[in-house]
């Protein structure tokens, strides 16, 4: 089964820069989507960017776009989200998810973790 670890988060000055990795183990799918989604208290999911491991295609929101860059280490599966010039706006628990590229919606979650900018 798949097992996704997230890392990398915590508190940052508005403008400044923050870079989450998240780690795979288990039988993760050979050519999948991973992505970050985040979820501020009493906000909606906003998937923030995602990348087709196989293909290296990345999509951002609007909301991150210019700011966020995702990027993969193949050698460890390893994605990251680079986040630069942050907000307060950001502030929110950051997931990492991954599914199959043929399906829609992320089957596979981390635990999350907590960016908080000021």
């Known amino acids: 089964h798949v097992q996704l670890v997230e890392s990398g988060g915590g508190s940052v000055q508005a403008g400044g820069s923050r870079k989450l990795s998240c780690t795979p183990s288990?039988?993760?799918?050979?050519?999948?989507?991973m992505g970050w989604i985040r979820q501020a208290p009493g906000m909606e999911r906003e998937a923030v960017a995602a990348i087709y491991t196989g293909l290296g295609r990345a999509h951002y929101a609007a909301s991150v776009l210019g700011r966020f860059t995702i990027s993969k280490d193949n050698a460890r599966k390893t994605v990251y989200l680079q986040m630069n010039s942050l907000k307060p706006e950001d502030t929110a628990m950051y997931y990492c998810a991954a599914r199959h590229r043929t399906l829609i919606q992320y089957n596979y979650w981390g635990q999350g973790t907590q960016v908080s900018v000021s």
């Open positions: 288990g039988s993760i799918y050979y050519d999948n989507c």
